[in-house]
């Protein structure tokens, strides 16, 4: 399985949530007073990826190929005491669909879905059962048609109703940070596919189970953690995290004849950009400089120059370590900074659409050298927690990509812009220690 058989976004997604859990649960020191779910008001923000299971014949002719994928989860609420809290909640998936002897494309589902959680707390605040349930919309869309398929017209309704109901355990391995697990049944049923002449138009069983690892960042910090005297990360402090944003090639033509178009999804058509993801690892070495890798990525479309037909998509990976020369000021509260690196840089032809078959032979993948350099502003939000705003230049010029037989070079340079996290951990000793 190849890194776009992931579709990119998902395999960084889940790699940076990995290694957050396991760098989380290296030198955990049970009994720390101040890792500890509170009667305090605080508000949250959580990750969660994991395996997805649904019905594999949603309607009577029709097939999901995959009925075993990974879901992509986010989560942002409050919790009110030390019991209850209510939450806006975000799962993502995609299928391949297929009738029988033909794939047809992918069906790809985000839920949103307010919900209540209860939760008991248990051993002075470090374990937290709880139960969540509630009900919202879930947005559909069909993309990506097979050329196989090309001659099939498939219809979907965009929107219907969702519901869940589920819950999960916390462990606190910081005053403000909680590792969990978390079971959910969705149910979903108001979403009509018709794929004409094949599959007659009606309502789809897309229930599911979601079961997922995740990861919670709470704020504020506790009042004790709040009235001590630890300081912002300084010197000697390791740090991960991962990025969100977008990214936008500098050349509308970036090979001859060939133009890049957003990503296949609402947000960045109508943005006019291509979705990234990354994730992050980093060390400040001293006061003032440290250094980082960052590994990320992002898919154009491709499509020919003069007559916008689009035959496939060209994922574009970078994996750069970089010096960071950071200047912080209001205690180390605040800290602009200045980042830049030379590594390596991966494409990959993906996802060929049915223009595709007009252009064949049409493929590839190459290695180039990567390089990027650009500016941020961390600001903590906790002593060990930091987001930052940050946009960088990347430079990318990757071999390996023909079509019609014919080898050419992306020109994959372009202008990323992203919202980062960054989680540290303490000067040596325990996670968050005394």
């Known amino acids: 399985m190849t890194l776009a058989d992931e579709s990119g976004y998902g395999g960084l997604t889940r790699r940076w949530l990995l290694a957050i859990v396991a760098a989380c649960t290296v030198g955990i020191e049970p009994g720390v007073a101040r890792a500890q779910d509170t009667d305090d008001l605080r508000f949250y923000f959580g990750i969660r990826v994991g395996p997805y299971f649904i019905e594999k014949e949603p309607l009577p002719g029709l097939e999901i190929k995959d009925p075993k994928r990974n879901v992509t989860g986010i989560s942002a609420g409050v919790n009110f005491n030390r019991y209850f809290g209510v939450e806006l909640s975000g799962d993502y998936t995609f299928h391949t669909l297929q009738v029988p002897g033909m794939k047809l494309g992918e069906y790809g589902t985000f839920s949103l879905i307010p919900q209540l959680r209860l939760r008991y707390p248990l051993l002075e605040g470090r374990l937290t059962p709880y139960v969540l349930g509630g009900a919202g919309v879930g947005f559909n869309q069909f993309n990506d048609q097979l050329p196989e398929a090309a001659a099939v017209k498939v219809n979907t309704q965009t929107a219907g109703a969702v519901f869940s109901v589920g819950g999960g355990i916390e462990y606190f391995v910081a005053n403000n940070v909680a590792l969990g697990i978390e079971a959910k049944y969705m149910i979903s049923r108001a979403h009509e596919i018709e794929v004409e002449g094949l599959v007659e138009r009606g309502k789809a069983d897309l229930d599911a189970v979601l079961l997922a690892g995740s990861i919670r960042l709470l704020f504020p910090e506790t009042p004790a953690v709040r009235q001590s005297d630890r300081p912002y990360p300084g010197r000697k402090r390791l740090y991960i995290g991962g990025r969100m944003g977008a990214a936008i ?186």
């Open 249 to 434: 090639p500098i050349h509308s033509e970036i090979s001859d004849g060939i133009e890049w178009t957003p990503s296949h999804n609402e947000v960045s058509s109508n943005l006019g950009v291509n979705r990234l993801l990354g994730a992050i690892v980093g060390l400040n070495v001293g006061d003032y400089w440290g250094v980082e890798l960052v590994a990320q990525g992002f898919t154009p479309q491709l499509a020919l120059a003069d007559t916008g037909q689009r035959f496939g998509k060209f994922a574009v990976y970078s994996f750069i370590p970089q010096l960071r020369l950071r200047y912080p000021f209001f205690g180390g509260q605040v800290s602009p900074y200045f980042l830049a690196g030379v590594g390596l840089a991966y494409g990959e032809f993906t996802h060929q659409k049915p223009f595709g078959l007009e252009v064949e032979p049409v493929g590839g993948t190459g290695y180039a050298v990567g390089a990027s350099a650009g500016v941020g502003v961390d600001y903590f939000v906790a002593r060990n927690i930091a987001v930052a705003v940050e946009t960088n230049y990347l430079y990318a010029r990757i071999p390996g990509f023909f079509i019609r037989g014919q080898p050419q070079t992306i020109n994959a340079d372009s202008v990323l812009a992203s919202l980062n996290l960054r989680i540290y951990f303490p000067e040596g000793g325990p996670l968050w220690g005394r």
